[in-house]
């Protein structure tokens, strides 16, 4: 995010301005859950994701991890809930790695454990991204993305989840008939058959608001090729009809379009399996308007920022909207936005904590009361909280953990589930807010500056260095190279 950020808005000098809406207390009719993901891609779900690379994802936690996960989550958290708020915990990813039966076991034993605890129980589903072990799709031309015309297949989807780029099996064509037909099926006989089945027990039990719902994606997107860094979506645009010589008079909405489209069909396919479509909700990472820029950088559109992800296909038919909510100068301005202009639905987080990603505890500009009330009191159902337990006490997840588990937090998940009233307490500059204030005045000023002392060569270095610690997304380099580049020029 910061890589992108910050080069657009060296390039373009026009602050961007937040959009306002007025942020109205809605109304609480429903349960609503507090939520936290168990993750599922290997045996410990301290691990967030198993495998690496293009090899599959790990096995599926046992029951006992499992326990255990949910067990210490109880316990430290204090509370299950009061009333119409409830503690829940989200089981995921499941995905194209794991076949039909391993998917439905571990549905059925996710209820159990959820049945067992007291607490509430939903799934994380993913889309595209981890289909290593379906060799018969990918393996597949007709059923992977090309990176241009000419029909070039991909050579495999970047993911950037750490320091470096991780190479994933190649980007899936969402349209591909093949595919299409293979999402409806896991979606309607497999995940949405089994999940049906374990809330049909709990309204028989009369406890069917121990289901908190399924995320559906894993903020899906047509991201770049893993090679080349080209953007892709091609093969699918050419799936409905286009070509080089027949090109979509706006590339950018049609590929926003067919990632909306590949939602909708999995969201389809579960609803068709019996799950309320009030417990459905996407999950769409976007960077706001803010951080990317208006515009955005030369040769780059908002669509392409987002990979063709942006806010607007959280919303569609068969689900409630859903977004990845770490918190970045713009986010909460834009989605609320959104909300208001589809008639202010019920949302979800659908992943987050209150730690602004590339920088430490403490710099999101808010405390954790703030972070939810931001959230739960704008319309959200489900906030789910990304990082408990990830990682051991001395991974470099770290400090995903100790915004996630301090005490702070903690004592506001319980107030929450007493049910009493969140605050939204004061917010300060956040790490990223203070990072553009700075480089605004550096794009805005220094030109000056340098025209009129010729110091071109003094502060070049400054600048050069300024602008790999941007490429490392190493922010505090960022904030303190910055600050060097205004003293010297006596801007501050």
């Not at 894993?218 to 090109?247: K, V």
Request: net charge neutral; proline share 8%; glycine share 10%.
């Amino acid at each position: 995010m910061l890589l992108l950020a910050l080069p657009a808005l060296l390039a373009h000098p026009k602050p961007a301005s937040a959009q306002q809406r007025p942020h109205e207390r809605l109304p609480v009719s429903e349960t609503r859950y507090l939520a936290f993901q168990c993750f599922t891609g290997a045996p410990d779900p301290a691990v967030p994701i198993g495998g690496s690379g293009t090899h599959p994802l790990g096995a599926l936690p046992s029951q006992r991890e499992l326990t255990a996960f949910v067990q210490d989550l109880v316990h430290r958290v204090g509370s299950v809930g009061k009333g119409r708020t409830r503690l829940a915990v989200i089981f995921g990813p499941l995905a194209f790695d794991h076949t039909d039966a391993e998917a439905a076991r571990f549905v059925e034993t996710a209820f159990i454990v959820g049945l067992q605890q007291n607490v509430a129980v939903g799934f994380h589903l993913d889309d595209s991204m981890f289909w290593a072990r379906r060799t018969d799709l990918w393996q597949n031309p007709a059923n992977v993305e090309w990176l241009d015309w000419g029909g070039t297949p991909c050579t495999g989807r970047r993911i950037d989840w750490g320091p470096q780029p991780t190479k994933l099996p190649p980007q899936m064509c969402f349209n591909s008939p093949e595919v299409k037909d293979e999402v409806r099926r896991r979606a309607r006989l497999v995940f949405g058959k089994a999940v049906a089945a374990g809330l049909s027990r709990l309204r028989r039990m009369g406890k069917a608001d121990m289901f908190a719902g399924v995320i559906v994606g894993w903020e899906p997107q047509i991201g770049q090729d893993f090679t080349t860094g080209r953007y892709l979506g091609y093969h699918a645009m050419a799936n409905r009809g286009f070509s080089a010589g027949h090109p979509p008079r706006d590339p950018d909405s049609e590929r926003v379009s067919i990632v909306e489209e590949f939602i909708t069909d999995w969201c389809r396919g579960l609803a068709e399996a019996g799950i309320p479509v009030d417990r459905l909700y996407s999950h769409i990472g976007f960077i706001s308007k803010r951080i990317c820029g208006e515009p955005p950088p030369a040769g780059l559109t908002y669509a392409q920022c987002n990979h063709y992800a942006t806010s607007s296909v959280a919303f569609g038919p068969c689900r409630r909207p859903g977004f990845s909510t770490y918190p970045h100068p713009g986010l909460f301005d834009q989605i609320y936005s959104e909300l208001a202009e589809h008639g202010h639905p019920a949302w979800a987080s659908s992943e987050g904590t209150n730690l602004e990603l590339g920088s430490g505890p403490g710099e999101s500009g808010m405390n954790m009361e703030t972070y939810l009330a931001k959230m739960f009191d704008h319309g959200a159902d489900m906030v789910n909280i990304f990082s408990w337990g990830i990682g051991g006490p001395a991974a470099r997840h770290i400090s995903f953990r100790e915004v996630t588990e301090s005490d702070e937090a903690l004592a506001a998940y319980r107030k929450f589930l007493r049910g009493e009233r969140l605050v939204e307490g004061p917010e300060v500059a956040s790490t990223h807010g203070r990072i553009l204030a700075k480089i605004r005045r550096i794009q805005h000023e220094l030109p000056e500056w340098v025209r009129k002392t010729g110091s071109e060569a003094k502060i070049a270095p400054l600048l050069k260095q300024l602008d790999a610690a941007m490429k490392s997304n190493d922010q505090p380099a960022v904030e303190r190279l910055a600050d060097e580049i205004l003293n010297m020029a006596q801007l501050k």
